[in-house]
Nanobody, 128 residues
Framework: QPQLVESGGGLVQAGGSLRLSCTASRVTFSNYAMGWFRQAPGKEREFVAAISMDGGTTEYADFVKGRFTVSRDDAKNTVYLQINILKPEDTAVYYC?????????????????????WGQGSQVTVSS
């Protein structure tokens, strides 16, 4: 299983932007579909975005509404989550997750149960 390390979180003012990164080690990254999830205090973990192994399919939660962009750079073993127009309700711990072996390389999953490998999380705090 890959080791996943998120970075890029922090304290940002509402309306600002940031880019989260998740780097995997010890694996052939292109064999992994990747997802981003978040968990706010007192709430369930929720799906944010996902990208398929071949990078050609992306999925987003409805609340994203064009503000988030997921991308991957297999040469760097890294998946990114660009977040624009940040809102206080985006405050959460953001987790990346990895899944190897979807038969369909163009499949991007929204289901947390389909990701066996998770990073430690990166805190994003948005001030109003």
């Amino acid at each position: 299983q890959p080791q996943l390390v998120e970075s890029g979180g922090g304290l940002v003012q509402a309306g600002g932007s940031l880019r989260l990164s998740c780097t995997a080690s010890r694996v052939t990254f292109s064999n992994y579909a990747m997802g981003w999830f978040r968990q706010a205090p007192g709430k369930e973990r929720e799906f944010v975005a996902a990208i398929s192994m071949d990078g050609g399919t992306t999925e987003y939660a409805d609340f994203v509404k064009g503000r988030f962009t997921v991308s991957r750079d297999d040469a760097k073993n890294t998946v990114y989550l660009q977040i624009n127009i940040l809102k206080p309700e985006d405050t959460a711990v953001y987790y990346c997750a990895a899944r190897i072996g979807f038969i369909n390389r163009a499949y991007a999953s929204r289901r947390p149960t389909e990701y066996p490998c998770w990073g430690q999380g990166s805190q994003v705090t948005v001030s109003s």
